[in-house]
């Protein structure tokens, strides 16, 4: 996405919309990342029905949302997945979705190439073997590899290989880049968030911050690298990153979960942010009155970032990884590039880390069904 | 540097964009070229909407207040550039 700069604040103040929403299809994964956002595992029982899913999709039309990022959960394993997509399609919503590639045989990928408006996004969080499947779980690797070659094989054309950043795999952009390039595909990189399953690594494995400015200028010389806006709070280090550099959460996205609820982001599956649910209401009505969102689109407070001249360049950070890591809203992000969130997270005050009550985890990793 | 494009030809809103009116105007999105552009006045995003009634952006741009005229030629031309806007 790019967008001309200087509307930023118009758009903290909240759109009739949002410029594109994320929906995990289901909790259901094949997989066990460590990382997880979304803690899944398990499909819900309570689930979007597929007619449920299409009045969704009806509505996101009627909305004029732009476009949809289709998560979970792994989707494919969705028996609807390819209806969803092509409705969503002919609906005139694009539709970007990412995969652990386990599903994406020849046959899907011809599915997928035969379709416009549709981005497919391929995790792989190593450029070798062993430093994806530390993290995603053995088999991983070559799974992701194999959906890459059909997809190539397919004739799909520029997909993206998306690659969350961590302590282990930073040294390792100019391998992706060549990885991705080798496919004549795009590379994503985003940012690790102590959300879900991954609160329970971010501290070992959120980059250093001598490893924040290795990406920063990674991301400087490597211009249209697609990013989703992840690493605005690198901002902060010089010139900003291509992007809104804003917190859009509730303000330019929201998240709908696979059993319907609506949530401000994709990083932020918890009650606190929860601002109602798709079959009680409308995803509509959840956008444009809940109070939840209402309170995001405020001027906001920059709290203790107040007078650092940096401010204006990263809005004090990430909502989610804030929240958290224990920290309060207006608190200077945990990564803050000038030390101020580690220095937040060491005060003696009592920190309270919220924990999700929404966890699909299976209790053992299985892999490569 | 000067604008190449050309004011006597017809032009028109991409059929690959979506418009969406904004407490600020507009949001336009190219499905193709997955680009965002802010369309900053209510006015702009109804020419553009109506823009492929015309022969010409000249004849278009007609209905625009003369003081106004040349910002939203523009506007309209930089539109052009992005895609948003083709010809007709």
């Known amino acids: ?150 997809l190539a094989a397919a004739g799909f054309g520029p997909f993206k290989v998306s690659v969350v950043v961590t302590r282990d795999n930073v040294g390792q952009l100019d391998a992706f880049a060549e990885l991705a390039q080798g496919y004549g595909a795009e590379l994503r990189l985003t940012r690790l968030r102590p959300s879900g399953r991954g609160a329970d690594v971010w501290e070992t494995l959120h980059p250093t911050r001598e490893q924040s400015r290795e990406l920063y200028r990674w991301l400087c010389e490597h211009p249209g690298t697609l990013t989703g806006d992840s690493f605005f709070h690198l901002s902060a280090l010089g010139d900003p990153l291509e992007g809104l550099n804003l917190c859009g959460a509730g303000r330019v996205v929201c998240l709908v979960d696979p059993v319907g609820d609506v949530y401000a982001c994709p990083f932020v599956i918890h009650e606190r942010f929860r601002a109602g649910n798709v079959r009680e209401g409308g995803l509509a009505r959840a956008w444009r009155e809940s109070p939840v969102f209402t ?75 | 540097m000067p604008s190449t494009i050309d004011r006597r030809a017809a032009w028109r809103l991409s059929p690959e964009v979506s418009l969406r009116d904004e407490p600020f105007g507009a949001l336009a999105y190219h499905h193709g070229t997955r680009r965002l552009v802010v369309v900053k006045s209510a006015a702009l995003a109804r020419l553009l909407e109506r823009l492929g009634e015309y022969p010409s952006m000249e004849e278009a741009l007609d209905e625009i207040p003369e003081g106004a005229r040349e910002r939203v030629a523009r506007a309209l031309e930089d539109l052009a550039e992005s895609g948003i806007v083709s010809g007709a």
């Open chain 1, 1 to 150: 996405m790019a967008l001309e700069s200087g509307l930023r604040d118009r758009l903290e103040g909240g759109l009739g919309a949002p410029i594109c929403l994320t929906w995990e299809l289901t909790y259901g994964c094949n997989l066990a990342c460590a990382h997880c956002l979304s803690s899944s595992g398990r499909r819900d029982p309570r689930e979007l029905t597929t007619a449920e899913a299409r009045a969704l999709i009806d509505e996101i039309a009627a909305m004029r949302i732009f476009y949809i990022n289709i998560g979970g959960g792994e989707p494919m394993i969705r028996g609807d997945f390819f209806e969803l997509v092509e409705y969503a399609i002919e609906r005139r919503i694009g539709v970007k979705f990412s995969t652990n590639g386990t599903r994406l045989d020849s046959r899907a990928a011809e599915r997928l190439a035969a379709l416009d408006y549709l981005d497919v996004q391929i995790s792989l969080d190593g450029a070798d073997e062993a430093t994806n499947d530390r993290l995603r779980g053995p088999g991983s690797y070559a799974a992701a590899r194999r959906a890459m070659e059909n």
């Open chain 1, 295 to 369: 309170d995001l689109r405020g001027a906001g407070s920059a709290g203790a970032c107040v007078s650092c001249g940096s401010y204006d360049a990263c809005r004090g950070g990430c909502l989610a990884a804030k929240f958290f890591t224990g920290l309060e809203l207006d608190d200077p992000d945990p990564e803050c590039v000038h030390g101020a969130g580690e220095v937040a997270l060491a005060l003696p005050r009592r920190r309270v880390r919220p924990t999700s009550e929404v966890d699909h985890s299976r209790r053992l990793p299985v892999v490569g069904r």
